[in-house]
């Protein structure tokens, strides 16, 4: 069973900037892709950035929602198992919990969330 655990959200102001980490229990040779997910009150779960494993274990080269593009990049620490979000120039309309998402070649797994606040 691999365990996933968020971290770094907050309460910031507009323009300001978080960074968020997911903390794998393991690596795995079956691991596919790796995911941030962002779900606000009301709305349904969307995809913030994903990365294929193939390239997040070397330079990232993630792909990102429109709604962010420019403003956070996903990579990854080479000395562990972490996963990283950096947000810059965040908006009240990146309000929401964010989630790490975690796909192998027989399960997925989800961590339980950190949320996000922006406003003045």
């Known amino acids: 069973q691999v365990q996933l655990v968020e971290s770094g959200g907050g309460l910031v102001q507009p323009g300001g900037s978080l960074r968020l980490s997911c903390v794998a229990s393991?690596?795995?040779?079956?691991?596919?892709?790796m995911a941030w997910y962002r779900q606000a009150p009301g709305n349904q779960r969307e995809l913030v950035a994903s990365?294929?494993?193939?390239?997040?274990?070397?330079?990232?080269?993630?792909t990102y929602a429109d709604s962010v593009k420019g403003r956070f990049t996903m990579s990854r620490d080479t000395l562990g198992n972490t996963v990283y979000l950096q947000m810059n120039s965040l908006k009240p309309e990146d309000t929401a919990v964010y989630y790490c998402n975690a796909k192998y070649r027989n399960s997925e797994y989800w961590g339980q969330g950190t949320q996000v606040t922006v406003s003045s």
């Open positions: 393991t690596s795995s040779s079956s691991l596919l892709l």
């Open positions: 990365e294929l494993a193939a390239t997040i274990r070397s330079v990232g080269w993630a």
